[in-house]
């Protein structure tokens, strides 16, 4: 049975990331993380007719990719927990309804990737599931027209916002195999600063990664060095230097080992966007992308990876409501035994 | 270690609903099912100024009440899954952002219930949480405007829709104490029968509780007489009749143990709700009101409890994509060891 301790659960079986796959757009191919992912699509629409069914098709290929690598057929699945930013998460449905495989869906925000890894991760852990998928997208053109302006409109961004990555992630998870393993984790709870700006979502989604990294190792009684990266999903440069802050005001000091997906994945001067990438695909992909292939190769042993979101829509930013985060976090380790 | 046959999870512990709460308004109130709620709220605003911030303090208040008729406080709790059927499951996280409780937010449209509760059960039962809470709700108001048109502009209703009910459920569920217990259950998969109707949910859903309690029953080698009860969510009666009669082609008769939550709301005849109830707050008042107190008093030992849910988005219907459904199953019995 997992141990639980305060806010942290350990597995008991550090269940195991079996295979991973990412999938991205012609934008984040061309950034500075672009020779990491498994494909880059050039057509925006993915051969689709529509952004929301181009979403889905990314989606849909994301996961078929994962489990080709692993040579493993839909039916290997017990379950997919899978979700993203559209309305009634349907980018996600629709993605993965011809598949025939049981369905969980959440919402998590840009937080997606942590809540549906971590939530597979732990059912297969705790023996409901022998093998599930965790499964997340974001399209920059579905995301700008729900969120903020139909594109058509050409809108001014402000300094502040960030350029929602067109991008997926998928990860197979395993009671038995050989990879990357989840060795634990912390569900984040929803944390609102006040923060009432909604082209401010690094500064929304900052302290809700601090609260969740600092009950981390308040609880497991680690420090930062004790890992080799301290990765967050979407804060962009703004939220990075405030989360640094914010945990330094409580004697912690992360600046060594942090790296942002958000920050990562574009190039603000050439690309112009502004404050950094976003949207659920963005930590996803640089997770499946970039992260596990270190741990895979052994060049690092042990990361925190703690997504973000931001638990808003346009109408609670139009009641006036302030823009609460959330931040779910797993302790990922290589495939060795402690 | 939780028990794996095929589509079925079986608890090893069987987990304790140790409390559990509803909160209703006034249609709901006057229904056949009036007498079971344990509150009726006259004032639809519930105090608040908007439609969503009142279904945000309906879910809030039937959270309290759970966690009051236990004497317990939300630091009890280690996490909280909800979810809703608002864009971004906002009446969810507004709802729960003060208590600082750890949140994992669901979307499973009007399965929320089953799916929010079997994922925390199986969550216990494994060993990630001791305690956490399964919430949801829905408006009729918040989910007219939103699904359909605003109340204002007074549209008519087709014979087929239902009416979304105004109401709201919670239930505690712990690894210890006493209680109705949570024996199993099935995770759903998405199943599109090609309805394209947006306003005939119940033949959208009927499909999928239909593949849900046939996978269930075959897999546990169960026949319906096992059980007191077999519940669906809110096919309302015409899509209660689609699944006896999908069953029925199957080789199965529930028709002697079904009762629909949806068709169980209202009377069709004096309250003008056509098809019967909906929404996620339909089942989980009901089953939080009547389903679990018939456990309690031993008047009932075994049910399957399937709320359904249909995942589409107006989006989706604008784009001409049919209506694709999810079931989720659990098996609750009461506080007696097999």
């Not at 992912?37 to 069914?53: A, L, M, N, S």
């Amino acid at each position: 049975m997992a141990e639980r301790i305060r806010s942290v659960i350990r597995t008991q079986h550090a269940p195991v990331i079996r295979s991973h796959a990412c999938i991205v757009s012609r934008k984040e191919g061309e950034g500075p993380m672009g020779a990491c992912f498994d494909r880059v699509e050039e057509d925006p629409y993915f051969g689709e007719k529509t952004w929301e069914q181009a979403e889905s098709r990314m989606q849909a290929d994301t996961l078929q990719l994962a489990l080709e690598k692993a040579q493993l057929a839909p039916s290997f699945l017990d379950c997919i927990v899978a979700g993203d930013l559209i309305n009634q998460c349907t980018s996600s449905t629709f993605a993965l309804r011809s598949l025939n495989v049981p369905f969980l869906g959440v919402y998590g925000a840009c937080s997606t990737m942590a809540e549906s890894l971590l939530t597979a991760s732990l059912l297969v852990d705790g023996g409901a599931f022998r093998n599930a998928a965790a499964v997340t997208s974001s399209h920059f053109s579905t995301a700008e027209r729900q969120f903020r302006f139909p594109l058509s409109y050409g809108g001014q961004r402000t300094p502040t916002s960030q350029w929602t990555c067109t991008a997926s992630g998928a990860v197979v998870v395993s009671a038995e195999g050989e990879g990357a393993r989840i060795r634990g984790g912390c569900i984040g709870r929803i944390v609102d600063y006040g923060i009432t700006d909604a082209n401010d979502m690094g500064s929304a989604m900052a302290p809700a990664a601090a609260d969740t990294i600092f009950r981390y190792l308040q609880d497991t009684r680690t420090v930062p060095e004790d890992y080799d990266m301290i990765v967050t999903g979407d804060l962009g440069n703004i939220g990075s230097s405030l989360l640094l802050e914010l945990l330094h005001a409580q004697g912690v000091d992360i600046s060594a080992r942090h790296h942002d997906c958000g920050a990562m994945m574009f190039n603000e001067h050439s690309q112009d966007t502004h404050a950094g990438g976003s949207g659920c695909g963005c930590a996803a992909s640089l997770l499946c992308g970039h992260f596990l292939p270190l741990l895979e190769r052994g060049e690092i042993r042990r990361i925190l990876f703690a997504a973000t979101g931001a638990l808003l829509s346009p109408m609670t930013t139009q009641q006036g409501e302030s823009v609460p985060g959330i931040s779910h976090l797993l302790e990922i380790g290589g495939n060795y035994v402690d």
